[in-house]
């Protein structure tokens, strides 16, 4: 009618993505979520909001499991979901316990840059494991 015309390009949906690839996107993303939860867990009044962060996080992953299921593509996405429950979920209560003990913790003797290195590798772990599953056809 008005002679607009929307291009979509549909090459990037049909492109296949290297084991690389798939590790640096699965590691920018958790990285940054759990930079994001630390730096909140370490403000006086927002420790708050990583509790609310990880309940919405957790409840997109419930919906999406719903989705998979329905659609019966249940097996692709039960490797994702074993991986993220065994090194996520474990890792979200690491952070929450660690920003538990820095608030309520009298002596509070935490090392920073301990627990950095410690989530950094986490994330990594994670990350690989990720991209060597997202590689593989099964």
Known sequence: MFGFKINVDVSALDKETTMLEKTLECFIFNFWFVFILWIL????????????????????LGITFCINLKAHNYFSFLKYFIIDL???????????YTIIKFHFDKN????YD???????????????????????IW
Do not use: Q, R
Not at 108 to 111: L, R, T
């Open 41 to 60: 867990g370490k403000g006086k009044s927002f420790f708050v909001i990583d509790f609310i962060l990880i309940f919405l996080k957790n409840f997109l």
């Open 114 to 136: 301990l627990i950095i290195m410690i989530l950094l590798i986490w994330v990594i772990i994670y990350s690989l494991a990720c991209g060597i599953i997202g590689s593989k």
């Open 108 to 111: 509070n003797k935490i090392k």
């Open 86 to 96: 065994f090194l996520l979920e474990t890792l979200y209560g690491y952070i929450l």
